[in-house]
Each structure stands twice: as structure tokens, then as C-alpha cells.
């Protein structure tokens, strides 16, 4: 009796499980998991009939199959809703065809929206906001750098805080070849970029997209004085010119000994002739500097008479070919170009960083240079380190040039002596450099394919800067055009026309100056100059250092202007 009645409500129950799925899967289309729907269905009978069985009481049995055949119309309903979730293709149909099924089944129920349905929505809503993250991520990474950069800078700039009484120093009024304004301290913002440096074998490699991003940023912001300076972003790289110096390593340590930011001013190093004890130097330096190496090392074709002159012509194409690199592979938007045998003053670039601002706003110049000629001691003022001039006189050995400037000159770049032919008329086209009193590079290297041509009688006289000037924070507005001819010419004609004779020593002149001494033919000028100390060779007309065709230096302590007549328009090409 008791064996019959508790085998009776388990074949009960077990019939209406059986029947109900069948009905699920045949008339619903829907595909569960059986063990999962015999685990809840199973379970509530289970209990119900277990329970009833120890009161031994049928209307409990009934009670509990009823429950189940309630439970099983609620997941019945439910379950109608629902599209397959076998194997969902498009449109949410488990099979083809089954999306247009599921869509006309969900029309009759009135569009009622399945749990199947959320659930895949909700799936590509999380995978939308996953990818977002993940971009957000690749952002936060590309910018870690940039923001590290930041943080080191901030600390240099509360340091920077000590050099206060040297600003102030450089607040009195400064003498300049013209009467020009007191310089006035302003603000500067410290520079940050992202890193650009990239060690490259040949054929160098293309800068990234960011990169070429941050050389597109440079546009120029004004302060509250008028004077203009680089964006935050604006990279000024260093162009090393070597060949076969191994001391080229001096050039090298004193650039980066100097360099305040390897990001904003990245070293790259052209190397031509091949010479592998030059290569294995350079390549010491690892990720400090980029070495790049020209390809091409053949002869060049010349004629006879030019053969001695090789070394010019292959100068020529390797600078053709390094300043392309620069500008259209690397993307920058200016360079400052040393060769192996340079040296720079501490300050070497801070002064070309203050002066860029200058340079690309100012259509009369065309290169800012490092070099002073006549910058020999005895010739220069040593107290006037932020003493700076503009001039005709291409100078090379240090220079800055600006991207759109070499993209007029690579076309018709020459085949050979490529400096003097900077000084032509066709290339100058009336525009200046600027030069400092005092040089912020000097040449140690007396061989070369000039033969050593001005080195013992000038080149290694010549005073390298050795105080740190904050050019940055100098107002350099008064070497615009505009300004400074106005000011220049007063301050020149306005001094007394002295005699030669009178400068030197025993003559009768008295006082510190500054004078004036004439000229007025290419050979007056030749004679003055030889006798003064200044270099007295002239290109196209003019004279080296010269502005305007004036000359100015120091001589036995006083300032001297080696000028024209009073009323010079342009100079006279065939004085060469």
C-alpha cells in the first residue's frame, strides 16, 4: 500500500514534464537546455510529492501536480516571447528563415520584446562601451609620455627660479649696433612634446602620424609686449653634417651635454664617405642622436679643371640630400645645421629657440646664424654676450633654416660650393640673417676640403660665448626690419667720422666711442679692413658680417662702424 502510493505521484509528475517539454520544443520552437528545465521542474514536484507522501495525503498529491501545471503555463507564457536561442542567425532566427518566423509570431503577441532579445542588446551595448575604453586606453597610452615630460619640466621650471638675479641683470638698457629699446623681461612657457627620437639605419625610417602632427603645430602665439614665440609644440632639431672626423665625438658631447630636451631638440647625424671609424663613434651615442648615412658614395662627374674640387661637389649633394630627409621624411618644420668639426656655447639653444619666433615671422630674413665672422677676441665686446645684429652677409657654421625657405632653394640647389652660393643676389633676394657679438660655435677642425683656407689666420681666434644669456625672456622685437634700420642708420651716422690712423695705437682720439670710419670703393674698403683687423673679403659686394655694407666691431676698446657714405641704397655685385 505505502510502495503504491509513493510510486503514483512520481509517474505522475513525470508524465507532465515529459508532455511539456514536448510541447515546448515542437510548438514553440524553442530549444532549452534539458537538464536545466528538468532541474526546475523537477524539483518543485519533487518537493510537493515528497512532503505529501510523508502526510500521506492525496489532496496535497493533487495540490502539487496542480502547482505544476501553474508553474508550467507561466513559463509558457514567457517562454512565447522568446526567439530560438539555439543557433541565432540574422535577424534573430535560430535557422535561415527562422527571423521572418520569430517576426511574425512576435506580431501576433503585439511586438512584445524577448528576453533573448535584451540580452543581445545589452551584449553589443557592452561591447560598444568595451571598445570605447579600449580607445580611451590607446589615448591615455600615447599621452603618458607627454604628460611625464610635463611633470620633469615643472620641477626644472621651480628650479629655473635661482636664475632671477641674472634675468634682472639683462632688465638695464643694452648697447646695440643701433639705438634700440632697453630689453624687457617677459614671460616664457617651458616646452613640452612628445618623443620624436628614432634611431634609424639606412634608408631612414618615416616618423609616425603624431609626429607629423606635432611638426604641423607650430603656430605662433603673441605676448602682451608684441613679441612672438613658439608654440608649446614647436621641435627644433639639430642637423649633424659628418663624413670621416672622428672628432666628430666633441661636436656630439657638447650638444647633448647642453641640450635641454631630447624631445624638442632631436639630434640627427648625416654621415657621408662611409668611413666606419666615424660610424662605430656615432653609433656609441645610441639613442641619444639618430644616425642617418647617405647612400649614394660615387664619384661625382666634374670637369677636369674641377677634380681638385670633388670634396665640394659631394659637400653639395650630401647637404641636399640630409635637408630632404629632414624636412620631407622627418616632417620637420625647421632645422639648425653644425657640421662635425662645431662646438656650441652653453646657450646655443636657448639662443636659436628665442630667435625662431623672429625668423618665421619676419619675410626680410631668411636664416638665423650662430657665427659671428669678425668674432675674434679683441674684436668683439665681451660684456655684450646678448648684443645681436642683423646681416647681409650669409654666415653659415651654425644656421637655422626654415622648411619653406629650403623648399625654394632644393630645386635649384647647386652642384658645388653651395655656401657661396647662398650669397648670390638670385638666392639672398634682399633678405638677412641674424648674428650675435659673440659666436655660440667655434670650428676645431683646420683639415678639411678647404684645406685649412682662413683657419690659422681667423677661424681659431674666434671667442666661443661662455655665459648663459635667457634669450627666451629677452624682447628680440627690435631686430624686425622696420625697427632696427631706423635705428641702426642714426646710431651709425650720428657717430664721428674718424681717420684710421687716429684708431691706432699712438693715435690722438680720445674717448670709448663709437666711431665711424669710411670707405667708398672695393679697395679702400680691402685696406681699412686689413689695417682694423677684419676680415676683408667680400661676396657679391658684401662684406663679411656687414648690414647695409656696415661693419661693426670693436677695436682697441672702442665700437667702429667700417661703413659707406651716408646714403647707401645696395651693394655693388662686382666688388668679389
Known amino acids: 500500500m505505502h510502495h503504491e502510493s509513493l510510486n503514483w505521484p512520481y509517474l505522475f509528475c513525470t508524465s507532465l514534464l515529459s508532455v511539456n517539454y514536448l510541447f515546448l520544443s515542437l510548438f514553440l520552437n524553442v530549444y532549452l537546455p534539458f537538464p536545466l528545465f528538468v532541474a526546475f521542474s523537477s524539483l518543485q514536484s519533487l518537493v510537493w510529492c515528497h512532503w505529501a507522501m510523508v502526510r ?5 498529491i493533487l495540490c502539487g501536480a496542480f502547482l505544476f501545471v501553474a508553474w508550467n503555463a507561466l513559463l509558457f507564457l514567457f517562454l512565447w516571447g522568446r526567439p530560438p536561442i539555439g543557433r541565432l542567425g540574422e535577424g534573430g532566427g535560430a535557422e535561415p528563415g527562422a527571423g521572418e518566423e520569430w517576426g511574425a509570431r512576435k506580431a501576433k503577441v503585439g511586438g512584445t520584446n524577448g528576453l533573448a532579445g535584451e540580452v543581445i542588446r545589452l551584449a553589443e551595448e557592452v561591447e560598444s562601451e568595451l571598445e570605447t575604453q579600449k580607445k580611451l586606453l590607446k589615448q591615455i597610452q600615447s599621452h603618458r609620455e607627454l604628460w611625464e615630460q610635463r611633470k620633469e619640466l615643472g620641477k626644472r621650471e621651480s628650479e629655473g627660479t635661482k636664475d632671477e638675479k641674472n634675468i634682472e641683470e639683462h632688465k638695464k638698457p643694452q648697447q646695440i649696433p643701433a639705438v634700440s629699446p632697453s630689453l624687457k623681461v617677459v614671460d616664457d612657457t617651458k616646452t613640452v612634446t612628445k618623443k620624436t627620437q628614432t634611431i634609424m639605419v639606412t634608408p631612414p625610417l618615416l616618423v609616425t602620424k603624431e609626429q607629423e602632427l606635432d611638426q604641423e603645430n607650430k ?6 609686449v608684441g613679441l612672438t614665440k613658439p608654440s608649446p609644440q ?21 650638444l647633448i651635454q647642453y641640450r635641454p630636451s631630447a624631445e624638442l631638440n632631436p639630434i640627427i647625424v648625416s654621415q657621408d664617405c662611409g668611413h666606419a671609424d666615424t660610424a662605430r663613434v656615432i653609433g656609441s651615442y645610441g639613442s641619444q642622436i639618430t644616425h642617418i648615412s647617405q647612400p649614394d658614395l660615387a664619384d661625382i662627374p666634374v670637369r677636369p679643371d674641377h677634380r681638385k674640387f670633388q670634396g665640394y661637389y659631394k659637400i653639395a649633394r650630401h647637404y641636399r640630400w640630409a635637408l630632404n630627409q629632414v624636412f620631407n621624411v622627418f616632417a620637420y618644420s625647421t632645422v639648425v645645421i653644425v657640421e662635425d668639426d662645431l662646438e656650441v656655447a652653453p646657450d646655443f639653444f636657448e639662443y636659436f629657440r628665442a630667435l625662431y619666433p623672429i625668423l618665421s615671422s619676419d619675410p626680410t630674413l631668411w636664416c638665423i646664424s650662430a657665427w659671428n665672422d669678425n668674432g675674434r677676441d679683441g674684436l668683439v665686446d ?13 654666415p653659415g657654421l651654425g644656421w637655422m633654416l626654415l622648411k619653406e625657405v629650403w623648399a625654394e632653394l632644393e630645386p635649384k640647389w647647386p652642384k658645388a660650393f653651395w655656401d657661396d652660393w647662398m650669397r648670390h643676389p638670385e638666392q639672398r633676394k634682399d633678405r638677412s640673417c ?4 659673440i659666436s655660440r660655435t667655434i670650428t676645431f677642425g683646420r683639415k678639411g676640403v678647404s684645406l685649412g683656407q682662413f683657419f690659422d689666420q681667423y677661424l681659431r ?9 635667457p634669450f627666451t625672456k629677452l624682447d628680440l622685437s627690435y631686430l624686425v626690419r622696420d625697427k632696427y634700420d631706423e635705428t641702426f642708420e642714426k646710431e651709425v651716422y650720428s657717430a664721428p667720422l674718424v681717420k684710421v690712423e687716429e684708431l691706432q695705437q699712438g693715435g690722438s682720439l680720445k674717448g670709448s666711442g663709437p666711431f665711424r670710419v669710411q670707405y667708398s670703393s672695393r679697395d679702400s674698403f680691402k685696406v681699412l679692413a686689413r689695417n682694423l683687423g677684419v676680415m ?3 661676396k657679391s659686394g658684401v662684406p663679411r658680417a656687414g648690414y647695409r655694407g656696415v661693419v661693426s666691431f670693436i677695436s682697441r676698446g672702442r665700437r667702429i662702424y667700417l661703413a659707406p657714405p651716408e646714403g647707401w641704397t645696395k651693394y655693388d655685385t662686382s666688388w668679389s
Open 536 to 538: 676683408d673679403d667680400l
Open 382 to 394: 665681451p660684456g655684450k654676450a646678448d648684443l645681436l645684429y642683423r646681416t647681409d652677409f650669409f
Open 461 to 469: 681666434y674666434i671667442k666661443l660665448n661662455a655665459e648663459f644669456v
Open 234 to 254: 614647436i621641435i627644433i632639431p639639430i642637423l649633424v653634417i659628418a663624413c670621416d672626423r672622428v672628432t666628430v665625438k666633441r661636436s656630439l658631447d657638447k
Open 56 to 60: 500521506k495525503k492525496g489532496s496535497l
Open 219 to 224: 603656430q605662433m602665439v603673441k605676448n602682451e
Open 434 to 437: 641674424i648674428r650675435p657679438e
